[in-house]
């Protein structure tokens, strides 16, 4: 059995969730690029794999499994260079801002992993800002090691560098570290690093049999780590989870 000491967590769809938390965001950045048209809207938010009548993204999706800057090119059909720039850069600055919405049991969870020894980072195709301000915004930032964003490493996801980048940070082999994620991106990602675990999770976009071809094992959410770990938790006379 590997022994895993770090875990590396994708963030939307993850620990984040993914629909509530950029559906309102896109719908809002779409409808400007379409002029205030709802039908063009409509059609702009499908080529980005979002469907506007269940509010879901699609697997796979051009924004669901890319970077913040990827689908930004997608909107209107003729950019300039400069103009495309200031657009991915202005998303990512707003992207900043939308409020986080953190999946059930996830903080709860991080703070038990963290308490019981692992070290924690977070990779992510969002921007690193962007990273470190949902983490600081559900209140579980002091548990992470690192956040990387698709801006702090030379290849995004699903290459393997955000693992790379971890693995140095914190002293590890990518053999003791576990990656968890609802993508495939995340899966590949952990795969090509030679990471000791690919973890895929079923509460973001991802269905069971997009994941099991490259995951070594599938829960149903991150709250079911602490049991595939043997981690107990129970709580002290403050109501804190302790291991």
Known sequence: MIEIRGIVFDKD?????FDATWGAFWQELVMGAAGGDPQEAARLLRLIGYDPQTRRFAAGSLFAAGTN?????????ELSGEWLAHRIAEANRRATAIPVLPLPGVAETIRLLGATGFRLG??????????TLALQAF???EWFDAAFGYDAVARPKPAPDVVL????????NPAHIAVVGDNPHDMRCARDAGAGLAIGVLSGNSRREDLAPLADCILESVADLPALFGVDAAADENGFIRP
């Open 13 to 17: 769809g993850t620990l984040l969730d």
């Open 69 to 77: 800057a990827e689908p930004v090119p997608a909107l209107p059909p």
């Open 122 to 131: 977070l990779a992510t195709n969002d921007s690193t800002m962007g990273a």
């Open 139 to 141: 209140g579980v930032s």
């Open 165 to 172: 980048a971890f693995a140095g940070t914190v002293g590890l």
